[in-house]
């Protein structure tokens, strides 16, 4: 059974290994009223990935917090848009790092409203000054080591939307909160899975669609001249709020904006 | 003003920064009876560490709380060793990763009893296979983010008292919770602080020490050839909990052990 904390209960236990060591992951969902945009993805994603960090968890279990939630809100949010939060710790317990042999995970569940979204036309980002770091068995993993998207997030000065983050190498992998999606003549590029920090549910949403729509998808990291090149056609942000958004300037350079990435990908699709 | 968090109140707000990002960090301090070992050196390395995260925190709140800890916890462990834990995050707030204008940090305090030390005579240590990825501009600060140790953890068997982890490299740079101390013919080698994911406060006591005392230190990685090179004289792992341990056998491989850090440097006498 799934220990689960809300926010009216008691807190988090002082020494949760969640707030000791960052030893957990968590999703960030919109919902819908009490329905769930991408509800399959973001499952799949919290199983698995709990499953490499070695944390027990049913699905099902994850799967009724998610309904219990949708009820709870209904008198806060009505059928409206808000943002479901799932924390996933390792619970108490083990001797320092070590964890125990029986673990007892807490699952912390918080809400909160939908933030506002761009307006269509596009987006400012600029460049990141804080390196990513990206140790390849944690790959892509949601986990709550997020010191380098805070300590990036220090940049923001209210101008710009995003800020995108670079590897060590200067090669562009992923902004502070969503991920990247970009369009060139003839096909479509994203930094592949084991590159990232984070990778996003919407993210992976986006390239079925591409992909169902017969689309030809380049995984590689993004040299920032890629973005300046004549052949860009878009460069999109995407995370499972925001959906997608197109950036119509980076740092300096201003980019072309089409609609190309929405057309063919409708998160709300998914709601259940 | 500090917010203390005490095991026996309402434990860590459920939206508290330091469970969803890791964004804190903490020091593990042996103390004796009232005192505490290092004091100065755990006072100075958490505020200078929380400074480079921007986390407001007062050295006199800090030492405030070690007193009160010692106090309160004297009905438990007399004047015997034990070990006190201050996790310092930066509270709740702001918006995703961005943090609030105003922070308000929350400071946990949690006791432990002094786990049992090895034996003299030297103990087992083994290779980790997980790497060790260090940002450049977090290296050294003993964060919330402690994944990668908790992962590297999985793979004690119960033979062995560390891990020893290395850089993508192969290079060796700590262990899953102490620091390396290499004693070589005619001078003292360890990882440089940049190298680091966790710069201890024992191991920088130990460098002043070796350095009072008059012996060169040679600050870099460590390449593991140079474990099983006839120069070596011995290999230590410091922890301000543990102190000064020597490795017999680092896996498969037999090392000299002698007690040369041990005679420098006693962090016992730090008690205040």
Known sequence: MLNVIRPDGNGVSATDRGVAYGDGL????RMRGRQAV????????????????????????????ISRS?????????????????????????RGYRWPVECEPNLIVTSSPMPMLPP??????????????????LAGIKSLNRLEQVMASREFTGEEFELIMAN????LLEGTRTNLIVRMEGEWVTPPVESL???GVMRQYALECLRAAGHTIQEQV?????????????????NSVVGIVAVRRLGSVDLPVDDGLETICDPLKTLE
């Open 26 to 29: 968590f999703e960030t969902i």
């Open 38 to 65: 991408l509800r399959s993805h973001h499952l799949d994603r919290m199983v698995a990935d709990a499953g490499r960090l070695g944390i027990p968890v049913e699905r099902s279990d994850l799967d009724a917090e």
């Open 70 to 94: 949708g009820r709870d809100m209904v008198s806060e949010y009505g059928d409206g848009d808000w943002v479901l939060k799932l924390v996933l710790t390792r619970g108490d317990g083990g």
């Open 120 to 137: 269509s036309g596009g987006v400012v980002a600029a460049f990141s000054q804080f390196p990513l770091t990206v140790n390849p068995r």
């Open 168 to 171: 060590a190498d200067g090669q």
């Open 197 to 199: 920090a984070v990778a």
């Open 222 to 238: 993004i040299p920032p001249a890629l973005l300046s090149s004549c052949g860009l056609r878009g460069l999109y942000l995407v």
